[in-house]
């Protein structure tokens, strides 16, 4: 789904499901993230169980699983927490990592970015980004989340906050995949 240039210019596009009967609430995009998580999760056990070592396959099914985690946090971003915008700018380190996503209408997204070249990717492992980094991230989006809806009110500032988390998932989720796709040594 990512397609990553030479000079670390990147694309996407997308369409959300229609038709699954789980994402159509919020609760049930929250639980689709939370379960893609886990797949990822079993995927990179999985992927060092044989012989300790990721394959260019098993390289593939990660790439997949976290592309399939990036479309349901970007569903979330749409549907639960985007006003009357259509386009979102994601930035990090002072602009040296840019993502933007177009959403075009209900259904459809384009995503597009740049990682300039003194940005310097800092993961190292897999291991550690997950048990690090994207742990944090997808709790840190629940418990903002937990503890804004015990009122039961989600006011728009809570929102803000919820859709800035949703956000850095993103952008990490996208670093990810870049630095599987051009960085990460296999056997």
Do not use: C
């Not at 009357?84 to 380190?93: A, D, G």
């Not at 989006?141 to 804004?148: A, D, E, G, K, V």
């Amino acid at each position: 789904m990512i397609e990553i240039s030479i000079d670390l210019d990147f694309r996407a596009n997308g369409r959300f499901y229609e038709d699954d009967e789980r994402l159509q609430n919020f609760r049930g995009r929250v639980k689709a993230l939370i379960n893609g998580y886990k797949d990822l999760s079993k995927k990179y056990l999985e992927s060092l169980s044989d012989d300790g070592k990721i394959t260019g396959q098993e390289k593939h099914e990660l790439i997949d699983s976290l592309e399939a985690i990036l479309m349901i946090a970007l569903m979330i971003r749409k549907h639960d927490f985007l006003k009357k915008e259509f386009r979102v700018i994601i930035v990090k380190s002072k602009g040296k990592f840019i993502v933007e996503i177009n959403f075009i209408d209900r259904l459809n997204w384009s995503m597009s970015g740049t990682i300039r070249p003194e940005y310097k990717i800092k993961i190292k492992n897999f291991k550690h980004w997950f048990n690090g980094v994207f742990s944090d991230s997808i709790k840190k989006f629940i418990q903002i989340y937990n503890i804004y809806a015990e009122d039961r009110h989600i006011s728009s500032e809570e929102k803000q906050l919820l859709a800035e988390q949703l956000d850095r998932i993103t952008i990490e989720i996208i670093e990810m995949v870049v630095y599987i796709e051009r960085f990460m040594h296999f056997k």
